[in-house]
């Protein structure tokens, strides 16, 4: 499909300017001084103009690759073969797009990504199966436990996911190339797809095979183009790469605190191009102190030597929300409180020592922050514009309730934090699903609390009873069981100290399993074709799994447990948590 139709190659009318801000590249903005709306809007430092040019130079330059983001009026050439396929398409558009865009006021996904789509065959196909996918969960809520999809409408989704990938795989089989900004898309795309489905191994498969095409991609300054060995360079992104990078910079950030993944190369990216080291003075929208608290964060996790100190969020952007406060829309009060649980989360983890993982009793002094964070999250999901099929790539409510639920020892506040995340089990935020985590943290809290007579306060619970952390291997599928839960006991002692190992997903075949599927299908529509005949393929629906994982340090366990049976590396199985996550 053409990236652009055939005589359609036009520029929307706009009043000639200059060429934009340096730290843009030539991207048109506001033009304002000292800092343009665009670098001040996304938590940049505006590094100023260049000189201006004459309007043929201006002409010349604008030809490069980031000289304008490529947003076309949708091509009238692009036909869908259904009516399915068109409901699935718009469902994206007006459901999809704007969960997945979070509380900010993002068109990436509601207009850009639509737009690609029309001249994208590989985007559009994606589109259309997480539209089918979201619209068949909204539907099957109720009418099916565990948000399991009807069989008839997971094949008509898996059946478009098959062939977006093979519309991205197709230039390769005839030695060509294919566009940078369309793999970056399409990665974002089926991980979100497979995160739905509950195939979070797979999701962050995708989502970290993004995060490693990026940190291949250099920027050379002479010609103002984006370079990556394999793919080929767009004249016209429907992206700009900035944007792509703010999108995985963020969702990095959501799997990291789910999965143990240090990605050191998207971090010194984002270090040594966009951001400024310091925040800025006052912040001037959400968008802006979001991208800085994400950015932190990241710096946090990847630079913690260098790191003198974590920026209170909330307090930068205090002056913006008192005075734009009462213009806020509903979804953006919902931003401004998970922003604030987001920080007060940050703040907590950033100042534990690094590197005691074992000393829970550290948790013990932040209960009054705790307890903030429930308030918040309580006024979040009570919110008559939050909905429980919410579904975003970014984070907000569920890690930082289950934060709250390992780490407060208070009975009365972790049990609550517990129950909200009950309240709002079909809740999706990127790899976390708030039911599957409420079950995972209520199962930590009886552990811990086992064998104690009454649990009154968080001194109640002994250093030797607490968890230190919980390890989830997930599962691609696998043989349909009738167990919803099984929890299997290994080792039961009164007096244990409880450790984790590093995550470990069972990843393999993944590209070998879609490719078959992807051949299979090849294979009978080219008969049905032949035959002149719709062809209707019914999959089976596996449950798919999640493993959680509760281990104890093999130093503990050898002294009780000498034999050292169960031993995986340096540690000790303690106990296994096997949920469906799909």
Not at 231 to 241: D, I, R, V
Not at 323 to 350: N, P
Request: charged content about 20%; hydrophobic content about 35%.
């Amino acid at each position: 499909m053409p990236r652009v139709a055939p005589g359609q190659r036009k520029r929307a009318y706009k009043p000639k300017t200059r060429t934009g801000c340096v730290t843009f590249r030539r991207v048109k903005c506001d033009e304002a001084r000292p800092s343009c709306q665009r670098c001040t809007s996304t938590g940049r430092k505006c590094d100023g103009y260049e000189k201006e040019s004459s309007d043929s130079q201006i002409s010349s330059s604008s030809d490069s690759e980031t000289s304008s983001v490529l947003l076309r009026a949708p091509s009238s050439s692009i036909l869908f073969t259904s009516d399915r396929e068109r409901r699935a398409f718009h469902f994206f558009i007006n459901m999809t797009a704007p969960m997945m865009g979070g509380f900010g006021k993002e068109t990436c996904w509601s207009e850009m990504t639509p737009r690609a789509a029309h001249h994208e065959s590989s985007i559009l196909h994606a589109i259309i199966a997480l539209g089918a996918l979201h619209e068949s969960r909204e539907r099957s809520r109720s009418a099916m436990p565990n948000n399991l999809l009807a069989p008839a409408e997971e094949a008509f989704s898996l059946l478009e996911y098959n062939r977006a990938i093979r519309c991205l795989v197709e230039p390769f089989s005839k030695k060509e190339r294919q566009a940078m900004d369309v793999c970056l898309i399409n990665c974002v795309l089926f991980s979100a797809v497979e995160m739905m489905q509950g195939n979070y191994g797979s999701g962050a498969a995708h989502q970290q095979s993004g995060s490693r095409i990026l940190c291949e991609i250099t920027y050379d300054e002479g010609s103002k183009k984006h370079y990556h060995e394999s793919l080929k360079t767009s004249n016209t992104p429907y992206l700009p790469m900035e944007l792509l990078e703010e999108l995985y910079l963020r969702s990095d950030f959501v799997l990291a605190q789910m999965i143990d993944i240090s990605n050191q190369s998207l971090y010194l990216k984002f270090k040594n191009s966009h951001f400024t080291v310091h925040p800025p003075a006052i912040f001037t929208s959400l968008l802006q102190a979001r991208n800085t608290l994400h950015f932190f964060w990241s710096r946090f996790q990847n630079d913690l030597h260098n790191l003198n100190s974590y920026p209170d969020s909330t307090e930068l952007a205090e002056p913006f929300i008192l005075k734009h406060g009462d213009t806020f829309s509903e979804a953006e009060k919902l931003g401004v409180a998970i922003l604030q649980i987001q920080s007060h989360t940050g703040y907590m983890i950033a100042s534990i020592p690094h590197g005691i993982t074992d000393n829970q009793i550290l948790w013990d002094p932040f209960l009054s922050t705790f307890e903030k964070i429930t308030i918040l999250a309580d006024d979040v999901i009570s919110n008559p514009a939050f909905t429980t099929t919410f579904f975003q790539i970014d984070m907000g409510v569920i890690g930082p309730l289950y934060n709250v639920a390992g780490a407060c020892r208070h009975p009365i506040v972790r049990r609550k934090a517990i129950a909200l995340l009950e309240r709002v089990p079909s809740l999706q935020e990127g790899i976390w699903n708030a039911g599957m985590t409420a079950r995972v943290a209520r199962k930590v809290m009886e552990l811990e609390e086992s064998g104690i007579a009454e649990v009154r306060e968080a001194a109640d619970v002994p250093d030797w009873a607490r968890i230190s952390d919980v390890v989830p291997e997930f599962e691609k599928g696998g043989e349909a069981s009738n167990v919803e839960t099984e929890v299997k006991t290994l080792l039961n002692s009164s007096e244990q100290k409880h450790k984790v190992a590093p995550i470990c997903c069972n990843l393999e075949n993944v590209f070998i399993q879609t490719i078959c599927l992807i051949v299979l299908y090849t294979i009978l529509h080219i008969h049905a074709r032949n035959a002149d005949q719709d062809i209707h393929i019914i999959f089976p629906t596996p449950k798919r799994h999640a493993m959680f994982l509760i281990q104890k340090r093999e130093d503990f366990c050898t002294s009780i447990y000498p034999q050292g049976r169960f031993v995986q590396g340096s540690f000790q199985i303690v106990h296994q948590l096997r949920l469906i996550s799909g």
